[in-house]
């Protein structure tokens, strides 16, 4: 009996571990984006990587995932640098920026803007 319910208990097992990097990755994601929002830079294709995975103990004793992950910023749109944050357990340990985030200068938009002209007023009176 046991042996026909190891498959089906391993499935799940792997689904449950594939759903919560799902979600630590999109929370690595959204911190990065507001880390890179804070220092003024652009986070670059929108996205994290997976750089390090280990395991440490937390202040409740158990055993949680510690993740860093890696993502590239720019300060102007035509350069590349490398940030990395860290995570335990959802919770945002530390990061790294390329350089101080006081030190940053605001990214100049890659949109132009273009006005229309108003139009005289051309109806028959």
Known sequence: MFDAL???ILLL??????QAALKAREQAR???HWLCARARVQ????TVALQRLGIARGA??????RRRYRFELSTDGLDRHQGSLDMFDGQLLGYS???PEQAAAPVAP???????????DTTLH
């Open 97 to 99: 920026l390329p350089f």
């Open 60 to 65: 409740d004793g158990w055993l949680h995932l």
């Open 13 to 18: 097992l792997a689904f449950y571990l594939w």
């Open 110 to 120: 890659n949109v132009i803007s273009f006005h229309t002209p108003q139009l005289p």
């Open 30 to 32: 959204e911190l990065g």
């Open 6 to 8: 190891l498959p089906t």
């Open 43 to 46: 986070l670059l294709d929108q």
